[in-house]
């Protein structure tokens, strides 16, 4: 079945570094590839999606490529802030899984000022 | 996009009783879903509901424990019944619309 692996946290940066969140995932269709992110005490909130291979998802200065040929969908962020510090979702939606989204197991990532 | 309201925010229960959780969208939607995020982990689904007709349950979860309505195309409520110290989780409602989910803020229950 559908399945999506991400790096175990937690990942702990200072502050403007750089960031990857490295995701894989294995799907028998085509899916939309999805990052949520939920910060402390919240709900999911979707923070970029791509929807077919070679896509660029981005959003508040995260971006994600959609790679077909690796099977992956890594997040990234030239320079994080403290108030990025949250728990990331990797997800992927498959037509042929009837729309259900499927989950990693999240990424907790703490930003240090 | 969608936008999801849910009640309770929270709710500490004594074990043995039942909690209903209310969602509320602002928009019509056909697809609606219930996952339960247990402490420190990722989203399971709990099960489908689709207006006009039964919710469609995922492996390990019933019924008689999870009771689902969803009596229009905007509002759906999750029964947790006869509850333990294990149900202790965050529910969050889903909905789809445009190939994506959007979640509800969630309702944290405690079980004593």
């Known amino acids: 079945g559908d399945s999506v692996t991400q790096m175990e946290g937690p990942v702990t940066l200072s502050e403007e570094a750089f960031l990857t969140i490295n995701c894989t995932y294995t799907?028998?269709?085509?899916?939309?590839l999805f990052w949520y992110v939920q910060y402390p005490g919240e709900g999911l909130q979707l923070l970029l999606k791509?929807?077919?291979?070679?896509d660029k998802g981005s959003n508040k200065g995260f971006e994600a490529t959609y790679r077909k040929e690796t099977t992956s969908f890594h997040l990234e962020k030239g320079s994080v802030q403290v108030s990025d510090s949250a728990v990331y979702f990797c997800?992927?939606?498959?037509?042929?899984?009837?729309?259900?989204?499927?989950f990693g197991a999240g990424t907790r990532l703490f930003v240090k000022a | 996009s969608a936008v999801i309201s849910q009640k309770p925010s929270r709710d500490i229960c004594q074990r043995g009783t039942s909690l209903t959780i209310q969602c509320q969208v602002d928009?019509?939607?056909?697809?609606m879903f219930w996952y339960r995020q247990q402490p420190g982990q990722s989203l399971t689904l709990i099960a489908t509901?689709?207006?006009?007709?039964?919710?469609?349950?995922e492996s390990g979860f019933v019924i008689d424990k999870f009771p689902i309505s969803r009596p229009n195309l905007t509002f759906s409520t999750l029964t947790v019944s006869n509850m333990s110290p294990e149900d202790s989780s965050i529910y969050l409602c889903?909905?789809?619309?445009?190939?994506?989910?959007?979640f509800g803020p969630g309702t944290r229950l405690t079980v004593l």
């Open positions: 799907a028998t269709g085509y899916p939309s």
């Open positions: 509901a689709n207006q006009g007709s039964e919710a469609t349950y």
């Open positions: 928009s019509q939607v056909t697809m």
């Open positions: 997800a992927l939606s498959d037509q042929g899984g009837g729309f259900k989204t499927i």
């Open positions: 889903s909905v789809e619309t445009g190939n994506t989910q959007y």
């Open positions: 791509a929807t077919k291979a070679d």
